[in-house]
């Protein structure tokens, strides 16, 4: 596949990721300066040493330093670094002529569907993940997960106990819950910021 068609290629592949499934899903603007910038600039930096005589190491030392920056500098959701990644790879695809010449587009579409069905909004659509800080301190973790189970009225899957202050009489959890049938419908989709890594004082 010839350089030309690898840049459209993987034009291709970010305009959809960027704007036909981020955007829509999460409505972040600076996320989409951040991707776009990130995949062009791998592309571009892919392609300088895939016609220049470096080694490998260089190329996955690039990308090593360029992940660092990018997550040190901005806290990131899990769902967001999904999508950074996914733009970090399409990048580099798009940058290395692979042999055969139709590997390149079905991996990247390969990876678009990937991220399609795993961040679908009906995918766990009942499922909740909190940061919660409770207004009591909760020793036993049974009697936190009751607690939680009727405050948020639903089932509490997974509680992990973050900090607990005796001294302030606060608990602070990291908590997966399922909300009942009744309470999915209307809600915001999981995996959607606003139900990501969010605090919650009670």
């Not at 895939?50 to 360029?66: I, R, Y």
């Not at 959701?77 to 079905?106: C, M, N, R």
């Not at 991220?115 to 009942?126: E, G, K, Q, S, W």
Request: glycine residues 8%.
């Amino acid at each position: 596949m010839s350089s030309a068609a690898l840049v459209t290629a993987d034009l291709v592949a970010i305009t959809l990721l960027v704007f036909g499934l981020y955007f829509p899903r999460y409505r972040r603007r600076d996320m989409v300066v951040a991707i776009l910038g990130l995949n062009v600039g791998v592309m571009a930096v892919a392609t300088a040493l895939a016609t220049a005589e470096v080694s490998a190491g260089l190329g996955l030392g690039l990308f090593g330093v360029l992940s660092i920056i990018r997550l040190r500098s901005s806290e990131l959701s899990q769902d967001e670094i999904a999508y950074y990644f996914t733009a970090l790879a399409i990048g580099l695809l798009g940058g290395v002529k692979v042999s055969p010449a139709w590997v390149t587009p079905v991996l990247m579409g390969a990876i678009l569907v990937i991220l399609f069905v795993a961040d679908h909004p009906r995918l766990f659509t009942n499922h909740r993940h909190q940061t919660i800080t409770l207004d009591t301190a909760y020793p036993d973790e049974s009697v936190a997960v009751a607690h939680l189970e009727s405050l948020l009225g639903a089932e509490v899957t997974r509680l992990r106990v973050k900090k607990l202050d005796l001294v302030h009489d606060t608990t602070v959890v990291d908590v997966c819950f399922k909300l009942r049938r009744d309470q999915g419908s209307g809600d915001i989709p999981s995996g959607h910021p606003e139900f990501a890594d969010t605090s919650l004082g009670l």
